[in-house]
C-alpha cells in the first residue's frame, strides 16, 4: 500500500468506522514492552515468548480468530474498557481490586513474587532489610500495590512505567532492588544486563493483593469471550499443548497450585 | 562500529527496519494530523473573524484550552474519550464494535490540538490580507467558498507559511507523544530497540538522527514555499520561526 | 469594570449557566471520591511541577543569553556550535531526549564502576537531575534562538550612542543591549514559558511525581480514567492562567516607546 493510500484509509476509518463488516477479529492486547521470557519483539517487529504461543494455542483451541495488539501496560485497563483490545493476556494478576473494574479467565499461569538486588548487596524480602533502600516496581501492578501496603514506611518507592525501565536502573545501580514477577526476574539475572543481580527470594504471601494467579482479563459482562478462553485453556490443559509450549522456556511447572 | 552497523541494519537481525516502519508511521500520523489541523484552522479562523457571539466565543475556549493544558494529558484525554464515544455511537445506531487504526486514533488526536493552533495562525494571516481585496472579491459576488478558494488563501499563503511550518514541526514531534499511549510510531519502536538490545545510546542517536532529518527537510521545503508564496512581494522574514 | 460587562452580555450569561450547569452535572455523576485520600499527594505533584519550570525557565533562560549573543555576533567557532544546539534541540522530541539523557547514561554506568564511587553518585542515582537538566537545555534551545533574533533586532544606533558615550563593552552590553533585547524578547518569553509548562508531565515517564504522575497514580489505584484527567486538564489551564497574567504585568512594567 503506498503512504498515500495509507493516510487516506486513516483519515477515513474515522468517518467510515460505523460502515465497517461485523466479522472483525478478537484483539488480545499485550504489553507494547519487552517482558520476557512471556513476550518480546524481535528484530522483524514480530512477537514472541511463552504468553505470546500461549495465546495462539488459546485462540485456536477456542476457535477464535486472534489479533495480538500492544497496548502501553499502564493504559491497558483503559483500553480494555474502551474497547480498543477485547481482552487482556498480558501475565496479569487476578486480584479483588482489578475484578471491580473488569472479569477474569481462569488462570493460566501463578507464579511467586520475589525481590531482585546487587548481589552484593545485603537485602532480603523483609519491610526491615530494605529500610533505607529505594525499591523500583512497576506501575499498576501487584508489585506496585504490595509495596505501597508493605514496604512504603521502610523504603523510598520509586514507580516505573514498564519493567524493563525498571531492570535497567537496577543494572546501572540507580535503585537498590525490585519486586517482581519470580520468572520474568530468572530470566533477567540470566541475562548480560542482570548479570549484577541475584534474587533475595518471594515475599511474604498476601492473596488479597498478590492475587490467585494470572488470567486473562475482560470486559465487565462478557461473558461469551470469558468462556470461550475458559475453554480454550481448559483444552490447551488437557491436550498437552500448554506443556508442550511450557517445556520449551521452562524447566519445571508454572501452572502452579 | 562492526556492531553499531549490525544494529542499525535494515534487515533482521538488524533493528533499522523497525525504525524506518516507525518513521512512517509517524510520518504518516504527522502529515494526517497536519491536513486535518488545518481544516479545523481554517473553519475555525473563518469562525472567529466572521462567525456569530456564540461561535467566537466557543472557539476562544477551545483554542485557550487546547493551548494551555499539555499534549501528553488531551492525548490521554482524547485516545480514551474519542474511541469510547465512536464505539457508543456506532453501538447506539446499531452497528456495533468498531476498529479504530492506531494511526486514525492518533491523527484525530494530534488534529484536534494542531487544529487549535492553526486557527490562530490563519486567523492572523487572513486579518494580515488587504482589506480591499476581499471587498473587491464580494464586489464581484463571489460566493463565500470560491472566496475562499480565489482569493483568501493565495492571498494569505505568505502570512501563514512560517507559523504552518513551525506547526509541521510540531506535529512531526508531537508524535512521540503517542509513544505513552504504546503506538508504535518512531520513539516507541526505538524504545523497544533500545530495550530488546540494550543498546540505549545507539537508538536514541540514531532516532534523533532521523527526526532531525525531518525537521532539516521540512524546513528547506517550506522555506522554497514561502519563497514561492512571497513571489514579487518584499522579503519580511521573520524572525520567529 | 469593562471586562465584568463583556461578561454579562446576553449570550454570555447564558454559555456561563451551561456551562454552570455541566459543572454540577460532572459533580455529581462522576466519580471524585478520591480526592481526599490523593490530596496531600496533588499537592506534592502541583509543588514539583511549578518548581521543575521555574528552575529550568530560569536556567534555560540564563543559558538563552550566551546562545543568543553566539549566535548573532560570535565568531564562527562560537555561533556554529550554538546554531547547531539549538538546532538539534528544536528538531527532535523533548520525549527523545529525556530517555536518551536518563537511560542512555544510565546504560554506561554499569560498564564504569568508579561512577559509582564518585561524589556525583548521589545525585546522579535521582531522577531529578536529568528532568532538569533535559528541561534546561529544551527552554534554551527554543528560547536561544528567540534571544538570536532579538540581540540582532537592537538599532545599531543605540549601540554607536553607547560606545560614543565611552562605554566599556560590558556595560554597553549590560546597560544598553541586554535589555533592549529582553525587552524585545519578552513577549515570547510568556509563550515558551507556558509552553514549558507542557513539556513538564514527560519527566514523569522517568519515574519522576509531578502532577502529571499523581493522576497517573490515581487512575492505576482506582482504574478512574477521566476525573483524573480532567482535573488534572484543569489544574494546567490555572497554571497557564497565572502565567499569563505575571508576563502581561511585568509586560506592562517594561515601557515600550516605538
Known amino acids: ?257 | 562500529m562492526q556492531e553499531v552497523i549490525e544494529l542499525l541494519s535494515l534487515s533482521p537481525p538488524g533493528w533499522g527496519g523497525n525504525l524506518l516502519r516507525g518513521l512512517m508511521h509517524s510520518l504518516q500520523i504527522a502529515l494526517g494530523a497536519f491536513g486535518f489541523g488545518l481544516v479545523i484552522g481554517l473553519a475555525g479562523a473563518c469562525g472567529k473573524l466572521y462567525g456569530g457571539p456564540i461561535t467566537r466565543d466557543l472557539l476562544a475556549v477551545y483554542t485557550t484550552v487546547v493551548r494551555a493544558v499539555p499534549e501528553l494529558v488531551l492525548i490521554l484525554i482524547l485516545y480514551y474519550v474519542g474511541s469510547d464515544l465512536i464505539n457508543k455511537a456506532s453501538e447506539a445506531m446499531g452497528y456495533g464494535r468498531v476498529q479504530i487504526s492506531g494511526v486514525a486514533a492518533g491523527i484525530w488526536v494530534l488534529g484536534i490540538v494542531q487544529g487549535a493552533y492553526a486557527t490562530e495562525i490563519l486567523r492572523g494571516a487572513i486579518k494580515a490580507i488587504p482589506v480591499g481585496q476581499i471587498e473587491a472579491a464580494r464586489a464581484f459576488g463571489m460566493p463565500p467558498l470560491m472566496m475562499l478558494r480565489r482569493v483568501m488563501i493565495p492571498a494569505m499563503m505568505s502570512f501563514a507559511i512560517p507559523g504552518l511550518a513551525n506547526l509541521w514541526l510540531i506535529a512531526t514531534k508531537d508524535t512521540a507523544l503517542l509513544a505513552v499511549v504504546g503506538f508504535n510510531e518512531l520513539t516507541q519502536e526505538t524504545r523497544q530497540a533500545a530495550s530488546s538490545t540494550r543498546a540505549y545510546f545507539t537508538f536514541f542517536l540514531a532516532a534523533g538522527a532521523l527526526y532531525l532529518i525531518v525537521t532539516l527537510l521540512s524546513a528547506r521545503f517550506f522555506a522554497r514555499l514561502e519563497a514561492w508564496a512571497r513571489k514579487g512581494q518584499p522579503s519580511l522574514r521573520t524572525v520567529k520561526v | ?258
Not at chain 1, 515468548?49 to 477456542?62: L, S
Not at chain 1, 480498543?84 to 486480584?95: N, P
Not at chain 1, 536502573?169 to 537498590?176: K, N, T, Y
Not at chain 3, 455523576?29 to 525557565?57: K, M, S
Open chain 1, 1 to 257: 500500500m503506498t503512504m498515500k493510500t495509507k493516510l487516506a484509509g486513516g483519515l477515513f476509518a474515522l468517518a467510515m468506522a460505523a460502515g465497517m463488516a461485523q466479522a472483525e477479529p478478537v484483539r488480545i492486547g499485550i504489553a507494547a514492552e519487552p517482558y520476557p521470557p512471556f513476550a518480546s519483539l524481535d528484530a522483524s517487529g514480530e512477537w514472541n515468548g511463552w504468553e505470546v504461543e500461549i495465546i495462539k494455542a488459546v485462540c485456536t483451541a477456542a476457535e477464535l480468530d486472534c489479533e495480538i495488539n500492544p497496548v502501553a501496560w499502564e493504559g491497558i485497563i483503559p483500553s480494555l474498557t474502551g474497547k480498543q483490545i477485547d481482552a487482556i493476556m498480558a501475565s496479569m494478576s487476578i486480584t479483588e481490586e482489578r475484578q471491580k473494574t473488569i472479569d477474569f479467565s481462569d488462570k493460566y499461569y501463578n507464579t511467586p513474587t520475589v525481590i531482585v538486588a546487587d548481589t552484593s548487596a545485603d537485602i532480603a524480602p523483609t519491610p526491615e532489610s530494605l529500610a533505607g533502600k529505594i525499591l523500583g516496581v512497576q506501575a499498576s501492578t501487584i508489585h506496585q500495590a504490595y509495596a505501597q501496603e508493605y514496604f512504603t514506611d521502610a523504603a523510598e518507592i520509586r514507580v516505573y512505567q514498564t519493567q524493563d525501565e525498571i531492570n535497567q536502573d537496577l543494572a546501572s545501580g540507580r535503585i537498590d532492588a525490585t519486586q517482581a514477577d519470580s520468572i520474568a526476574m530468572e530470566d533477567f539475572v540470566k541475562s548480560d544486563a542482570g548479570a549484577c543481580c541475584e534474587i533475595k527470594g518471594a515475599v511474604a504471601d498476601d492473596p488479597a493483593i498478590l492475587g490467585q494467579g494470572v488470567g486473562a482479563g475482560v470486559r465487565k459482562g462478557d461473558h461469551e469471550l470469558r468462556e470461550k478462553l475458559n475453554a480454550g485453556i481448559q483444552a490447551i490443559r488437557d491436550d498437552g499443548t500448554y506443556a508442550e509450549i511450557t517445556a520449551k522456556y521452562f524447566s519445571g511447572d508454572i501452572y502452579g497450585g
Open chain 3, 1 to 258: 469594570m469593562t471586562a465584568l460587562r463583556a461578561l454579562l452580555r446576553p449570550h454570555r450569561i447564558v454559555m456561563i449557566a451551561l456551562f454552570a450547569v455541566l459543572v454540577v452535572w460532572c459533580a455529581v455523576t462522576l466519580r471524585w471520591d478520591w480526592i481526599p485520600r490523593y490530596a496531600p499527594l496533588a499537592l506534592e505533584g502541583l509543588w514539583r511541577t511549578v518548581w521543575l519550570l521555574v528552575i529550568t525557565v530560569v536556567l534555560g533562560f540564563l543559558l538563552a543569553i550566551p546562545l543568543g549573543l553566539a549566535q548573532a555576533i560570535g565568531p564562527w567557532y562560537l555561533s556554529i556550535p550554538a546554531r547547531s544546539f539549538c538546532t538539534v534541540i528544536r528538531g527532535t522530541p523533548l520525549l527523545l531526549q529525556i530517555w536518551l539523557i536518563y537511560y542512555g547514561l544510565g546504560s554506561l554506568f554499569p560498564e564504569y564502576p568508579w561512577i559509582r564511587e564518585s561524589e556525583l553518585w548521589p545525585y546522579l542515582r535521582q531522577a531529578w537531575p536529568y528532568a532538569i537538566f533535559a528541561l534546561t537545555m529544551s527552554y534554551a534551545g527554543y528560547e536561544g534562538e528567540v534571544m538570536r533574533g532579538a540581540f540582532a533586532s537592537v538599532p545599531r544606533g543605540q549601540l554607536e550612542a553607547a560606545e560614543a558615550f565611552g562605554m566599556s563593552r560590558f556595560t554597553k552590553f549590560r546597560r544598553i543591549w541586554l535589555p533592549q533585547a529582553i525587552q524585545t524578547a519578552l513577549p515570547t518569553l510568556g509563550g515558551e514559558t507556558i509552553l514549558q509548562l507542557k513539556a513538564t508531565p514527560l519527566v514523569a515517564t522517568i519515574a519522576i511525581v509531578e502532577m502529571y504522575a499523581v493522576a497517573s497514580r490515581v487512575r492505576q489505584d482506582t482504574f478512574i480514567v477521566y476525573e483524573p484527567l480532567l482535573l488534572l486538564a484543569l489544574f494546567y489551564l490555572a497554571i497557564a492562567g497565572v502565567l499569563a497574567l505575571i508576563f502581561r504585568k511585568l509586560e506592562e512594567r517594561v515601557p515600550v516607546r516605538r
